[in-house]
């Protein structure tokens, strides 16, 4: 016996099937923040220090939250800072940001905002050209809550 699929039927199943690589990609982006250190540093360990985080101690809003980090660094063709990765936990999405520098950069220095989901602790992670990884943290406590997740 053939079943026939009404027209509403027919469209839910191809908006459901045209859905499904996203539906897949979100579950990507909810790995844990050790999880997307180790995949940025391929398990080589982070040593503390180099790096400076710099975070307000209380944010008012959390959608707009001041940060920079600088990373000493002579900045040269032998040694520089090739990125630097911000990350925070209890965000929806913990991976904030990610800096790609080169030897050119003059500094190794970025200043941005960023959304922040909660009071937290906050981590800065730096690749060296020399294939080391540094790394600091900052806490933060944020008054009114930037980031929600919608599912």
Same mark, same amino acid.
């Given at each position: 016996?053939?079943?026939?699929?009404?027209?509403?039927?027919?469209?839910?199943?191809?908006? !459901?099937?045209?859905?499904?690589?996203?539906?897949?990609?979100?579950?990507?982006?909810?790995?844990?923040?050790?999880?997307?250190?180790?995949?940025?540093?391929?398990?080589?360990?982070?040593?503390?220090?180099?790096?400076?985080?710099?975070?307000?101690?209380? !944010?008012?809003?959390?959608?707009?939250?001041?940060?920079?980090?600088?990373?000493?660094?002579?900045?040269?063709?032998?040694?520089?800072?090739?990125?630097?990765?911000?990350?925070?936990?209890?965000?929806?999405?913990?991976?904030?940001?990610?800096?790609?520098?080169?030897?050119?950069?003059?500094?190794?220095?970025?200043?941005?905002?960023?959304?922040?989901?909660?009071?937290?602790?906050?981590?800065?992670? !730096?690749?060296?050209?020399?294939?080391?990884?540094?790394?600091?943290?900052?806490?933060?406590?944020?008054?009114?809550? !930037?980031?929600?997740?919608?599912?």
């Amino acid at each position: 016996m053939i079943k026939i699929l009404p027209r509403r039927g027919f469209l839910a199943q191809l908006l !459901a099937l045209c859905a499904w690589p996203f539906a897949a990609a979100r579950g990507a982006d909810a790995d844990s923040v050790e999880v997307m250190v180790f995949k940025v540093t391929g398990g080589v360990t982070v040593q503390p220090g180099r790096v400076k985080l710099d975070l307000p101690v209380l !944010a008012d809003n959390g959608n707009s939250v001041s940060l920079k980090v600088s990373v000493d660094s002579p900045m040269t063709a032998a040694s520089y800072v090739k990125s630097i990765h911000i990350y925070a936990a209890r965000n929806p999405r913990p991976n904030v940001a990610n800096f790609y520098l080169g030897p050119r950069a003059g500094r190794a220095q970025v200043s941005t905002r960023v959304r922040l989901g909660g009071s937290q602790r906050v981590l800065a992670v !730096a690749a060296l050209s020399d294939g080391s990884f540094w790394s600091a943290t900052a806490d933060v406590v944020v008054t009114l809550s !930037a980031c929600y997740d919608a599912t």
